[in-house]
T-cell receptor, first 120, second 113 residues
C-alpha cells in the first residue's frame, strides 16, 4: 500500500538551531501534504497544508516564518523549524491523500511515522 | 469549531478483556467520524470510519457506531490481544471545515498477556 516515509523519527537540537523534517511519498505522488503537531496529552493540531508548486497554507496562529514548509516535488515535502526553542519541542507528523481513495473524502490519508523533536 | 474529546489513557487490560474507548465530538453539520490507530514506531492507520448517523464502522474486531443523538463514536472490541497495544485516535472531518481532520488527544492502550 501507499507509504509516507518521515525522517528523522527523533531529533534533539540546541536552542537557536534549525531542524528539517522530511516526508516522502513512496510509490505515489503527493500533491498535498498536511503537517500536524501534537503536544503531550493533547490532540494532533493541523499546522499547515503544503501544495506542490505553490505556497503552503498555514492555520491560524501558526508562525509562517517559524515553520517553513516547502513542497519541492510531487514526492517530497519538508518542514523546517527555524531558530528552535524549547517550546517547539513536540511531535510532528505529516499525512498525504492516498491515491485511489479520493483525497477529498478524507478517509484516504496516509500518515508518516512522526518526528519527536526535543529542543534543549 | 469542530472538536473531539476522547478518554485519556493509558488503558491497561489483560488479554481477552473487553475494550471501550469513549469519544464525543462537537461539529457543525454532519461530519464523518474515524478511528485511527498508531502502533509503536509506525504512522497512523485508518482503523474504521462512519459517514452518517447510525452507521457502524468495523475492522479487525473493532466496532464503533455513529450516534448523532449523543454525538459519540465509542470504540469497542470484545476480546483484545497483545497486538492491539497501540495509541488510538478518534477524529472527524466535515465540509464546513474544508474536510480537514480534527483529532482527539489519543488513548494509549496496553494489553498484557
Amino acid at each position: 500500500g501507499a507509504v509516507v516515509s518521515q525522517h528523522p523519527s527523533r531529533v534533539i537540537c540546541k536552542s537557536g538551531t534549525s531542524v528539517k523534517i522530511e516526508c516522502r511519498s513512496l510509490d505515489f505522488q503527493a500533491t498535498t501534504m498536511f503537517w500536524y503537531r501534537q503536544f503531550p496529552k493533547q490532540s494532533l493540531m493541523l499546522m499547515a497544508t503544503s501544495n506542490e508548486g505553490s505556497k503552503a497554507t498555514y492555520e491560524q496562529g501558526v508562525e509562517k516564518d517559524k515553520f517553513l514548509i516547502n513542497h519541492a516535488s510531487l514526492t517530497l515535502s519538508t518542514l523546517t523549524v527555524t531558530s528552535a526553542h524549547p517550546e517547539d519541542s513536540s511531535f510532528y507528523i505529516c499525512s498525504a491523500p492516498t491515491p485511489g481513495t479520493g483525497g477529498a473524502s478524507n478517509y484516504g490519508y496516509t500518515f508518516g511515522s512522526g518526528t519527536r523533536l526535543t529542543v534543549v | 469549531g469542530n472538536s473531539v474529546t476522547q478518554m485519556e489513557g493509558p488503558v491497561t487490560l489483560s488479554e481477552e478483556a473487553f475494550l471501550t474507548i469513549n469519544c464525543t465530538y462537537t461539529a457543525t453539520g454532519y461530519p464523518s467520524l474515524f478511528w485511527y490507530v498508531q502502533y509503536p514506531g509506525e504512522g497512523l492507520q485508518l482503523l474504521l470510519k462512519a459517514t452518517k448517523a447510525d452507521d457502524k464502522g468495523s475492522n479487525k474486531g473493532f466496532e464503533a457506531t455513529y450516534r448523532k443523538e449523543t454525538t459519540s463514536f465509542h470504540l469497542e472490541k470484545g476480546s483484545v490481544q497483545v497486538s492491539d497495544s497501540a495509541v488510538y485516535f478518534c477524529a472527524l472531518s466535515g465540509k464546513a471545515a474544508g474536510n480537514k481532520l480534527t483529532f482527539g488527544g489519543g488513548t494509549r492502550v496496553l494489553v498484557k498477556p
